[in-house]
């Protein structure tokens, strides 16, 4: 059985500072990996996504992740983060296998908060 | 492209009362629909999915129902709300074999049971 684990559940960094959200994975098949982003009182947006090919994933806000099946991680990075990156981001991964999303599996989450 | 629409953005229903969120799909035809619960502080869980009119998988044991009329819309529904049911309810939508079964968020939407 897959799982999602977020290692952290809250980061509070300063403005203009890199940040890094762990985000590991079990499974015993090959995943396609997601990052979403959830500003207060709003759905979620796709912040980035792999599929395949380039491990390196960019996606939109200057934000970017590495995929790593030797360590089975796929953490989200930005070199420097602006108030409104403020939010809760959630890492995501669905087996090959399915055909529809119903087996996607969320991390719980992890709240970044940004200090002036 | 594609959109999705959920309304009521915010409902605030009287325990026992009856419930209906609806969500509409634009921009693509046969998608895969989804309703997410969100509990406040708590991670996503998956209420319902289905993959075709009239066709709805439920994931956990509850007094919620779903319902897919038409193609691209997705209702959400209780006869009889509890406190319980209280959270952050999301739609979502998915396209078979595309991009790896990439789901896409609507708004969401506030459900406060009193």
């Known amino acids: 059985a897959q799982s999602v684990t977020q290692l952290d559940s809250q980061v509070p960094v300063f403005e203009e500072a890199p940040v890094e959200l762990r985000c590991n994975y079990s499974?015993?098949?090959?995943?396609?990996l997601f990052w979403y982003v959830q500003y207060p009182n709003q759905g979620l947006q796709l912040l980035l996504k792999?599929?395949?090919?380039?491990?390196l994933v960019k996606g939109i806000n200057g934000f970017e992740a590495e995929f790593n099946k030797s360590q089975t991680s796929f953490h989200l990075r930005k070199p420097s983060v602006h108030i409104s990156d403020t939010a809760e981001y959630f890492c995501?991964?669905?087996?090959?296998?399915?055909?529809?999303?119903?087996?996607?599996?969320f991390g719980s989450g992890t709240r970044l908060s940004i200090r002036p | 492209s594609q959109t999705i629409h959920q309304w009521p953005a915010t409902l605030v229903q009287p325990v026992g009362s009856p419930l209906s969120l609806e969500c509409t799909v634009e921009?693509?035809?046969?998608?895969?629909l989804y309703w997410y619960r969100q509990a406040a502080g708590r991670g996503l869980q998956l209420l319902f999915y289905?993959?075709?009119?009239?066709?709805i998988s439920s994931e956990v044991p509850q007094n919620l129902s779903a319902s897919r009329p038409q193609d691209r819309q997705f209702i959400l529904s209780s006869k009889k709300l509890l406190l319980s049911d209280s959270g952050f309810y999301l739609c979502?939508?998915?396209?078979?074999?595309?991009?790896?079964?990439?789901?896409?968020f609507g708004e969401g939407s506030w459900l406060t049971v009193v």
């Open positions: 979502a939508w998915s396209q078979t074999g595309v991009a790896g079964n990439t789901i896409y």
């Open positions: 499974s015993s098949v090959s995943v396609y």
């Open positions: 792999y599929l395949s090919g380039s491990t």
């Open positions: 995501a991964v669905s087996d090959l296998r399915y055909s529809s999303a119903s087996k996607i599996i």
């Open positions: 921009g693509t035809s046969n998608p895969n």
């Open positions: 289905s993959v075709g009119i009239g066709q």
